[in-house]
């Protein structure tokens, strides 16, 4: 079984065709967990669940910082910050502003940055660890759109890393489609190069 790992750049979205995850399970045997708007911290989660089933293959993307997650009605559900409302959440009018006080009062990004970095490190830690084969994207993790000049983070894990980043493809922030990019020719291109990289272990 292949997974998938991440958040709204690998969820279908079928009012607007395939997305490249779709493309990949049309291929294999596959389990997506990518969820909208989940945290590094969730998608860490989600690796877990792929490491317990003892995945043939895992596909993981990374994400932005500035995000979090609320325990309503006994599920975590994600957010972004920067896109967190009526429509995207499940959340009251009263409940979003609490966020955004929270937001410009107390969230700190140079100490987001840091705690995202130890998850991701130690997520891909385990998947090392597990002997199963993967390939990853950082994602949104300190894109290069947010810092030009970042730091090369997990320069370590860079055999496992993929040479595709979806964020460089995003051409729309908009709710949907989920996985913001719409060109169905790079879908492909994304969707061939891991058909390519899981053949490869098989």
Not at 160 to 174: K, P, Q
């Amino acid at each position: 079984m292949i997974y998938i790992c991440g958040d709204s750049f690998g969820v279908s979205d079928a009012e607007y065709g395939n997305c490249w995850a779709d493309i990949v399970a049309s291929q294999f045997s596959t389990s997506n967990l990518c969820q909208i708007a989940a945290t590094n911290l969730l998608i860490a989660q989600q690796v877990d669940q792929a490491i317990a089933a003892n995945a043939n293959f895992v596909v993981v993307q990374f994400t932005s910082v500035t995000r979090g997650e609320k325990l309503h009605n006994g599920k975590y559900v994600p957010f972004s910050y920067h896109t967190a409302n009526t429509e995207t959440t499940p959340f009251s009018k009263s409940q979003l502003q609490i966020l955004r006080d929270y937001y410009t009062e107390f969230f700190d990004l140079k100490l987001a940055i840091y705690q995202n970095t130890i998850t991701v490190e130690h997520t891909l830690q385990k998947l090392v660890g597990s002997g199963i084969p993967f390939c990853f994207s950082q994602g949104g993790f300190e894109h290069a759109n947010f810092h030009p000049m970042a730091t090369n983070y997990f320069a370590k894990f860079n055999h496992w890393r993929s040479s595709i980043n979806l964020w460089d493809y995003t051409v729309t922030r908009e709710y949907r489609p989920y996985y913001h990019i719409t060109d169905r020719q790079i879908h492909q291109q994304v969707a061939d190069y891991y058909i390519e990289e899981i053949k490869k272990t098989l």
